[in-house]
């Protein structure tokens, strides 16, 4: 439950990861057998340990698996950051071998940037971030839509009043990340009424938008607003809804749906729908395209925030890949949290959170 300490938290929660593993294990479907590999994988993370304590905030089976994982007590933290992630996100094997792996380097990096703080960095998979399957689709739950952003923001928000409520010096810095998809969730959870509880400093990387004009209607200040978007982000350059029907001839399912289908893919296998390598194909056609949308500064869900009209401050990240050179895996859109692939984001994202945003280096706007 939010708003409770988190050592009391981490202990209920590593039972609960016991039960729950021993209750997939009897079931041979292939979602539980997905997210039986998740739930080992992050208790083979809890038993090996680390330099880094890792606290076990939130595990369930709910939908496509629930898990609130944090590097640091965000109770005792000077800086307190968490992070939602976006497309394809799923309490499975690559949420615990690589999703967790980005709030692990961030609190890594935040030690780098001020070894004198202490800080907690999170990941909140506290929502059903959309799948890109054929159900979701037909359901009316994926990329395309906002349907899980704003069932996931109000669950962000309580979460966070929460992490307030039991901090043991009330007054952490608190920086609230969203990532792809995860961006249009924080996006709309500082749109509700005060903001999100807590936070000073909000980061968005790689987003198709947060549902937003501008950076002023997050409600922490247009200046405290920071947008990480890579030049070969495809997702970051996803046209508005009313451009993209004719902007991906070709693509399977034709118009919008096979570029956003193609483009927003955030990088786990099997997250494309029927066509596969050719939703892909209509996703960069339409990227190709892009740039002859009347209106370049709007994007699927919103103003683009790397541009000048959202208003928010844009940080150097690297280009990234082109699709084609990648060979259409998209890496572009999930380097930015890894210093070993993009060092440059990877400590601009590190000095905010630990408060530090004036050494970061800054990118113009689009």
Same mark, same amino acid.
């Given at each position: 439950m939010d708003g409770i300490p988190a050592s009391a938290r981490d202990e209920a929660n590593r039972e609960n990861l016991q039960l729950l593993i021993g209750q997939l294990g009897v079931k041979h479907d292939d979602a539980s057998r997905e997210?039986? %590999?998740? !739930?080992?994988?992050?208790?083979?993370? !809890?038993?090996?340990? %680390?330099?880094?304590?890792?606290?076990?905030? &939130?595990i369930g089976d709910e939908g496509n698996g =629930?898990?609130?994982?944090? @590097?640091?007590? $965000?109770?005792?933290?000077d800086n307190v950051s968490a992070y939602v992630p976006g497309l394809g996100t799923k309490l499975d094997a690559e949420f615990a071998d690589g999703t967790v792996d980005r709030a692990l380097q961030t609190a890594r990096g935040a030690q780098n940037a001020d070894p004198s703080s202490r800080t907690s960095s999170i990941v909140w998979l506290g929502y059903d971030a959309p799948q890109v399957t054929p159900s979701d689709l037909a359901s009316g739950k994926s990329v395309m839509f906002t349907n899980d952003a704003e069932a996931g923001a109000p669950d962000y928000n309580a979460f966070m009043a929460g992490i307030s409520a039991t901090h043991e010096g009330g007054n952490p810095h608190v920086t609230a990340i969203g990532h792809s998809y995860g961006s249009l969730t924080v996006g709309l959870a500082a749109q509700e009424k005060g903001g999100i509880p807590g936070a000073d400093d909000i980061i968005l990387v790689g987003s198709p938008g947060t549902g937003a004009d501008n950076a002023q209607d997050l409600n922490v200040g247009k200046g405290h607003v920071f947008v990480g978007a890579a030049e070969n982000d495809i997702v970051t350059?996803?046209?508005?809804?009313?451009?993209?029907? %004719?902007?991906?001839?070709?693509?399977?399912?034709?118009?919008?749906?096979?570029?956003? *289908?193609?483009?927003?893919?955030?990088? $786990?296998p099997g997250a494309l729908i029927g066509g596969g390598a050719g939703a892909i194909v209509g996703g960069i056609a339409g990227y190709n395209a892009q740039d002859a949308q009347s209106d370049p500064g709007e994007r699927w869900f919103g103003t683009d925030p790397a541009s000048e009209d959202f208003g928010a401050t844009r940080?150097?990240?690297?280009?990234?890949?082109?699709? *084609?050179?990648?060979?259409?895996?998209?890496?572009?859109?999930? /380097? @930015?949290? /890894?210093?070993?692939?993009?060092?440059?984001?990877?400590? /601009?994202?590190?000095?905010?959170?630990? &408060? /530090?945003?004036? =050494?970061?280096?800054?990118?113009t706007p689009r």
């Open positions: 997210m039986l %590999g998740g !739930l080992k994988g992050i208790q083979e993370k !809890l038993d090996k340990g %680390g330099k880094l304590p890792m606290y076990l905030l &939130g =629930r898990a609130i994982i944090a @590097y640091g007590n $965000p109770d005792t933290a350059k996803l046209p508005n809804h009313a451009e993209a029907s %004719g902007m991906a001839s070709g693509a399977v399912g034709g118009g919008s749906t096979g570029f956003v *289908l193609g483009a927003g893919m955030a990088g $786990p940080f150097v990240v690297k280009d990234g890949e082109t699709v *084609l050179e990648d060979h259409l895996k998209m890496s572009a859109h999930s /380097n @930015y949290f /890894n210093p070993a692939k993009d060092q440059i984001s990877a400590d /601009n994202i590190a000095n905010i959170v630990v &408060g /530090n945003s004036d =050494r970061i280096t800054l990118e």
